[in-house]
């Protein structure tokens, strides 16, 4: 039987270190979710958008 050349090799560790790159972003991807979930913002009741959460509508109070 022919042995793999060199070339077939390299791309076979490619593949692998890139199917290891994609597990370990999937990873990291599933614990930021499950942080964020656990955690959650407390501050902004349910139904409520966080990024219009108290914002008053009409004129702004001045800076200083």
Do not use: F
């Not at 076979?12 to 913002?41: F, H, M």
């Amino acid at each position: 039987m022919a042995r793999p050349t060199p070339q077939t090799q390299a791309k076979r560790r490619r593949e692998l270190s890139k199917q290891e790159e994609r597990k370990a972003k999937q990873e990291r991807r599933a614990l930021r979710k499950e942080q964020k979930t656990k955690n959650g913002d407390s501050s902004v009741p349910p139904g409520q958008d966080p990024d219009l959460y108290g914002i008053v509508p009409g004129p702004q109070p001045p800076l200083e």
